[in-house]
């Protein structure tokens, strides 16, 4: 990774002012303006070839709202000219929902195309046409995509080598492990009556990390039966002994 181009997003919006947005500031913002990425917005309506500029239409069928046009997004996309290579992901509520091992994926890869949803929805031939996966970040409905690519680009950029400095260390972050992150305790040692749990100040490190992992645990099973039973399956996947089958 000497002398290839920086990781770079290229995020195709009605709203390129939405962006760098948050991601100009603090650690995103100081590895951008530093070239350790790239971003680049472009604005659909560049792409519309009628009088009106218009880059959607009502749904086929009737309802309500309006659709994004398969022409209009297909010529946006093409004008972007990524190449071969890149994901091409489009922000949509019915997509696959995003983890923490697909945001690794991307990071390690060149960056992303992302396609931001408008309106009622994107024409479904476009979507088929140019291969476009669908991505969600939760199971809740923004006003569009351009929230979701900030907060997936981000989760990639952190992740990005001189990013985070050493803080970057990721390994016991909630979900890299598969589990939630314990609780975090600092000075003052006494705040409002309640002390910091006394392990924590022992010194004795075996017993923290016990303590530390013990409280991921509860946590996830409490909050993540979700995630609690994969860690569980995982654990006992481990145990099994290994044949030589699976490589
Ligand atoms: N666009 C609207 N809602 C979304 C969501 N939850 N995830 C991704 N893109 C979206």
Not at 37 to 53: F, G, P, Y
Not at 180 to 207: C, M, N, W
Not at 209 to 231: H, I, M, Q
């Amino acid at each position: 990774m000497t002398n290839s181009s920086p990781w770079r997003a290229t995020v195709l919006t009605l709203f390129p002012e939405m962006f760098p947005g948050p991601l100009g500031v603090s650690l995103a913002g100081r590895a951008l303006a530093t070239g350790l990425w790239e971003l680049e917005a472009r604005d659909i309506r560049a792409s519309a070839t009628d009088r009106h500029r218009s880059v959607d239409d009502t749904p086929a069928g009737g309802g309500p709202g309006m659709v994004l046009r398969a022409d209009v997004l297909a010529a946006a996309i093409d004008a972007a000219a990524i190449g071969e290579g890149r994901p091409k992901l489009l922000m949509s509520p019915r997509g696959r929902p995003l983890t923490q091992a697909r945001v690794m994926e991307l990071a390690q890869g060149p960056g992303p195309l992302i396609v931001c949803g408008r309106f009622e929805g994107i024409d479904q031939r476009v979507i088929d046409a140019r291969g476009l996966e669908e991505v969600s970040i939760g199971d809740y409905v923004l006003s569009g995509g351009e929230i979701a690519a900030l907060a997936l680009i981000d989760a990639c950029v952190r992740l990005l080598p001189g990013v985070m400095g050493k803080e970057a260390s990721g390994t016991e972050e909630s979900f890299s492990d598969g589990l939630l992150e314990y609780p975090q305790y600092t000075r003052p040692q006494l705040f409002e009556g309640v002390p910091i749990p006394q392990i924590l100040t022992s010194g004795d490190h075996a017993k923290v990390a016990a303590w530390r992992r013990a409280e991921s645990e509860a946590l996830t099973a409490a909050r993540r039966p979700d995630l609690w039973e994969k860690a569980a399956n995982r654990a006992i996947g481990q145990k099994t002994p290994k044949n030589t089958t699976d490589g």
